[in-house]
């Protein structure tokens, strides 16, 4: 199904038929050229964070994040030139936009140390409800183990259910049961859409309400620009998506040529995400500079590292074992509380190791002990045979 669908779109349009421009050759280009643009300025960024890498607890998730700029504009890209097939480069931009929302999350459970260290700075404090928090209804609840857990959750779901509706949409369209814009029930598009905004609200909700429970705490670190970089990315796209498919409902965007208007409204927004994403990566900069980590004040700053140090750094970044590590711990029906950090940890003591660890001083000390009764049982059988021996001499 899909080589089939290559060939139908790398074919050559028939005569007659009239292409529109945003598919044509002249506006693939241009996407092209910010495209690359925006490839090679998040590139660069990402260099030398692995370069100046003094700080893996918060430039692992850095990175991750920008990423998003070249993986969104390349997808686009590659879909405005085979529009037939966007819903497979698409697949791969949204399961990296759920992605990259946790990975906001964790950077910023980061920046402030930990969750031991935010359940410390939050004791006493209680939520205030109000409607943009979307809380007015709910009544005051404390910043706890609870309330950091949910956070976690609510976006850590919307990892899970983004990259199955991914999977969804991409067995629904094989089948032909789905199209972008189709609000019909016999459809799979508005049954993927309405399971895609609940999550993505839950998400976007956890979010919320982290950033009002530590706004202060987060002030220094400027996480409003960081906050509206990465969400204006993803909530642009989105709703630029929704306002195209309803100008293809009422009649806006008709079809042209061999292109329906669905494929239509695709390719303008892949096309306007490849400009945008330019501007972005430019926000991303700015927003995730690596300057902080490079200064001499760093107490963690050890100098530029060297490039087969690099490599190794990017292999550990993109690692995705802490992400499934931590799924599976906020989920677990045995889950009871958050494991506190402590200063082990920054030594690269697992907790598992060090649950284990105050056994070892026992078991050592267990086997001083045998050893010690054996050499003792030794001692009192030489002691008595020596007795045995006088008290044989005396006798003779």
């Known amino acids: 199904m899909f080589f089939r669908r290559l060939l139908n779109t790398t074919a050559a349009p028939s005569e007659d038929s009239k292409q529109p421009w945003v598919t044509s050759d002249a506006a693939w280009a241009i996407a092209g050229v910010f495209a690359w643009a925006s490839f090679f300025v998040t590139c660069r960024q990402i260099y030398l964070h692995l370069k100046y890498y003094n700080n893996p607890k918060q430039q692992k998730w850095i990175v991750r994040i920008l990423f998003m700029a070249p993986i969104y504009s390349f997808c686009s890209w590659m879909s405005l030139k085979f529009f037939q097939i966007s819903i497979y480069f698409d697949a791969v931009r949204n399961v990296y936009e759920a992605l990259v929302i946790y990975y906001f999350l964790a950077l910023c459970f980061e920046y402030l140390g930990g969750e031991s260290a935010i359940l410390a700075a939050l004791k006493d404090r209680e939520n205030k409800p109000m409607w943009l928090t979307c809380t007015c209804c709910l009544p005051p609840f404390p910043y706890g183990v609870q309330f950091l857990r949910w956070c976690k959750q609510g976006c850590l779901q919307f990892c899970v259910i983004k990259p199955l509706m991914a999977l969804v949409t991409i067995i629904t369209a094989a089948l032909g049961a789905y199209d972008d814009g189709d609000l019909r029930p016999d459809g799979g598009y508005l ?77 303008y927004q892949n096309f306007m995400i490849c400009i945008e994403m330019f501007f972005a990566s430019w926000a991303m900069y700015y927003g995730f500079s690596y300057e902080i980590y490079k200064h001499p004040d760093n ?98």
């Open 299 to 396: 107490t963690e700053a050890k100098g530029p590292h060297r490039p087969s140090k690099i490599a190794a750094n990017l292999k550990k970044t993109l690692s995705p074992q802490d992400i499934i590590d931590d799924t599976i711990r906020n989920f677990n029906k045995k889950y009871k509380q958050y494991s506190m950090q402590v200063d082990h940890e920054e030594a690269g003591v697992d907790a598992s190791e060090d649950e284990k660890s105050p056994e070892i001083p026992r078991k050592q000390s267990s086997s001083k002990f045998q050893k010690l009764s054996r050499d003792a049982d030794d001692l009192s059988s030489l002691v008595s045979i020596d007795v045995n021996d006088m008290e044989s001499d005396s006798l003779a």
């Open 191 to 267: 049954y993927v859409a309405i399971v895609y905004n609940i999550s993505i609200s839950i998400a976007l909700i956890a979010l919320i309400l982290f950033y009002a429970a530590t706004r202060d705490l987060l002030a220094p670190y400027r996480p409003v620009l960081k906050f509206l970089t990465v969400k204006s990315i993803i909530f642009f796209a989105f709703w630029q998506g929704i306002a195209l498919v309803m100008a293809e409902g009422i009649g806006m965007i008709k079809s042209e040529g061999d292109v329906n208007a669905g494929e239509l409204a695709i390719a």
